[in-house]
């Protein structure tokens, strides 16, 4: 991937899922990397592990991305390590499933809290150093087909990943001056740590793999390559879109 070599890159909840393997891919392109995380250290461990084998440089945080001051200390860690940043990655993100009429307050101020207010005030900070250094920059935001197609059981995950789509919206056109591209890359079904209870229950995997046109899950690095290409320079012109990774499964309807 043509200019990734020597960049700087943020990736929030890079200890596991599809934000290790975007960490992963961006280090093997020669970025160096901070790895985020907020639960287990070894995650994170594993992550920058795997980035140094590839031969690249990675660094670990512990920031939530809920909390300002964990927020500003991140970016800030970038600059002070490496001397810049370059490329945002916001994937940190939650769901829980509950019916609409028993979601209890907690649980929607902690899912939209993470998945996109987090985003917000961490964008925020890292333009206003990217405002300051004058240098343009990449946000990539992991969203989701949810952002897009109901979801039901998960209104909460569709209203953070809906308005992360409007954010990007908004954001694309308020930053293109600055010369900084924002777009949303939106998975369907991957083979994660949050898909843990689909994963282990047989009959919904099966329903969900028959709507699924290439009749399989989505992996971490099929996601990665994307974020990656996206972080390039080959995407320079590109932002303000989202870019669905599903194996067709949004563009899928049929009887039975
Ligand atoms: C969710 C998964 C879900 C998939 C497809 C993703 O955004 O995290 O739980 O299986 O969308 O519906």
Request: charged content about 25%.
């Amino acid at each position: 991937m043509r200019g990734l070599k020597g960049k700087v890159a943020i990736i929030t909840g890079a200890g596991s899922g599809i934000g290790q393997g975007i960490a992963r891919r961006l280090g093997c392109e020669g970025a160096k990397v901070i790895v985020d995380y907020v639960g287990t250290p070894e995650g994170a461990q594993e992550t920058e592990r795997a980035i140094k084998e590839a031969g690249g440089e990675g660094e670990i945080v512990q920031a939530d991305v809920t909390k300002i001051d964990d927020v500003n200390c991140l970016v800030n860690t970038a600059w002070d390590k490496f001397g810049s940043a370059d490329i945002l990655v916001n994937n940190a993100g939650v769901e829980k499933r509950s019916d609409f009429w028993d979601t209890p307050e907690k649980d929607y101020d902690t899912i939209v809290s993470v998945n996109l207010r987090g985003p917000f005030f961490l964008t925020q900070a890292f333009v206003r150093r990217l405002l300051d250094a004058k240098k343009p920059g990449r946000i990539v935001n992991i969203s989701s087909v949810h952002e897009d197609m109901a979801f039901p059981g998960f209104a909460t995950y569709c209203v953070s990943k809906g308005g992360l789509r409007m954010l990007m919206r908004d954001l694309a056109v308020e930053l293109g001056p600055l010369g900084i591209t924002v777009n949303n890359v939106a998975p369907g079904a991957i083979v994660t740590p949050i898909n843990k209870t689909l994963l282990e229950d047989k009959p919904k995997l099966n329903a969900l793999l028959a709507n699924i046109p290439l009749g399989r899950l989505g992996t971490v690095d099929d996601v990665a390559g994307l974020v990656a290409f996206l972080a390039s320079d080959d995407a320079s012109y590109i932002s303000g879109s989202t870019f669905v990774v599903d194996g067709g499964l949004m563009r899928n309807y049929h009887e039975q």
